[in-house]
């Protein structure tokens, strides 16, 4: 059985812009699965795939088979599964987004712990 959570969001490095995505864990044994969650009119970057880097130096990346139809973004919610030890359940999340108000993407940092 898997829950559902929102991610503790330790902070935002993003030149005090609000980021466009979230971040959702799953906890289930004996994995963890992290989703980014576009805000609403954003698109997450499927050419520069997002990626969470532990603090040991693991970077797991974020992905899905379904994307638009010119294969820039993903069409829905990108996700990142592994079993990790419970020391190792926080990181930063790096992602290129293009906000809802903006033809172009940036790049955001999360620093995250689930």
Same mark, same amino acid.
């Not at 971040?23 to 997450?44: D, F, K, N, Y």
């Not at 532990?54 to 379904?66: E, K, Y």
């Not at 999340?93 to 995250?112: F, M, Q, T």
């Given at each position: @059985?898997?829950?559902s959570v929102t ?28 989703r980014l969650v ?16 532990? @603090? ?37 999340v790096r992602a ?19």
């Amino acid at each position: @059985m898997r829950r559902s959570v929102t991610v503790l969001v330790l902070a935002v490095a993003a030149a005090c812009r609000s980021v466009p995505f979230r971040v959702e864990a799953e906890h289930g044994r004996p994995t963890s699965r992290l989703r980014l969650v576009a805000a609403p009119g954003a698109r997450i970057n499927a050419r520069l795939k997002p990626a969470l880097e532990l @603090m040991d130096g693991t970077v797991l990346r974020f992905d899905s088979p379904h994307r638009t139809a010119d294969s820039a973004y993903f069409a829905d919610a990108p996700t990142t599964e592994r079993a990790l030890p419970e020391e190792a359940h926080r990181g930063v999340v790096r992602a290129s987004v293009c906000p809802s108000d903006e033809k172009i993407c940036r790049s955001y940092e999360l620093a995250v712990r689930w």
